[in-house]
């Protein structure tokens, strides 16, 4: 009984210069259920790997023109050719020949004349590692993702916040540029959900989360939960006007959710107040010291009456800031 696991949608690129191997090759492996594409010389298989993008390569090493070694070296350097398995047919058995397969990234290899139960086996078998390594790659990235996304508002967690954070403050003090942060916090959030209840509290986050999110559009940017009721956004590369441009967007689409808040003491909506803080870090200096300034803007924003982004600034006076706010 053939074993279907697998391998009945598996496409497998067959290339030898010889048309009897090739039609050989083509029906052992159609009798298994395999798909099968074929390929007379190294560079059609290379043209033939990018349009088709097979389960594994079966390829003669010795070929002219381009034989299989250069062949199977030139096939690992395309983007699609992580999972691809290469099984190399030779009728070489020399050590130098069997070491040189393997070091240009062939992952077995069958001798000739071949041994059609050997091929197949280490065919179902190699897709089948194939495809469970990506099955398992797959589930590492999505554990990944879940361990550093807020559950709830499906932006950031405080854990990636301050592992990226981190990240980005060592990068633009090794290249001398600004970094950007935006601290943010619902309006009377407390007030709302004594109103409205936790699940409206839960769905009027997740809508603030979005809002903030399609405010920050750069694929460095960064929106996290920091806590609660409060938002992060990083900006790389990001200098005081442009952060006080994300801000000032931010805040106004919020305000433009148009959720009702009978609970707030300055509006009929959900609003928010943002704390705006750049710097181009120094070496071997913390990233908590542009936290610490944003946190300190926020708190001028709530101050000044809420529902406005406040700037921070150091001066050289004797309460050593200066607060920017617009509404």
């Known amino acids: 009984m053939k074993n279907h696991f697998l391998e009945d949608q598996s496409l497998i690129l067959i290339v030898d210069d010889e048309p009897f191997i090739r039609a050989q090759l083509r029906l ?16 059609e298989a290379l043209t033939v790997f990018k ?7 079966l390829l003669d090493a010795i070929m002219p023109d381009m034989d299989g070694f250069e062949c199977c070296t030139r096939l690992q350097e395309l983007d699609n050719s992580k999972y691809t398995p290469v099984l190399m047919i030779t009728g070489l058995e020399d050590q130098e020949s069997v070491d040189r397969a393997f070091e240009v990234g062939a992952i077995d290899y069958v001798t000739k004349p071949i041994h059609w139960a050997v091929l197949r086996q280490r065919v179902r078998r190699l897709i089948q590692q194939s495809h469970l390594q990506q099955k398992l790659e797959a589930a ?12 709830l508002t499906q932006v950031a967690n405080r854990r ?45 986050l997740q809508l603030v989360a979005k809002a903030i999110q399609d405010s920050a559009k750069r694929p ?12 992060a956004v990083i900006l790389p590369r990001t200098d ?19 959720i009702p808040h009978y609970g707030s003491q300055i509006s009929d909506y959900v609003t928010l107040s943002a704390g705006v803080a750049t ?42 800031f200066f607060w920017k706010s617009e509404v």
């Open 28 to 43: 052992s492996l159609q009798c298994e259920g395999y798909r099968t594409v074929e390929a007379q010389d190294g560079r």
């Open 51 to 57: 349009q088709l993008k097979p389960d594994i390569v």
């Open 140 to 151: 590492n990235r999505e554990l990944q993702r879940l361990v550093t996304i807020d559950e």
């Open 160 to 204: 990636r916040f301050e592992e990226y954070c981190s990240q980005e403050w060592q990068c633009m003090a090794r290249e001398q540029l600004p970094l950007s942060l935006i601290l943010c916090d619902v309006d009377f959030f407390k007030a709302y959900n004594d109103t409205y209840g936790h699940r409206a509290g839960d769905r009027c």
């Open 220 to 231: 460095a940017d960064l929106v996290a939960r920091y806590g609660g009721e409060e938002f």
């Open 240 to 258: 005081a006007e442009g952060a006080v441009h994300i801000a000032t967007t931010i805040c106004e689409s919020v305000r433009g959710l148009l």
């Open 279 to 320: 710097a181009v870090p120094q070496p071997n200096s913390d990233f908590q010291e542009i936290i610490d300034e944003a946190d300190r803007a926020l708190y001028q924003a709530k101050i000044a009456g809420r529902d406005r982004y406040q700037q921070y600034s150091k001066l050289s006076t004797s309460t050593a």
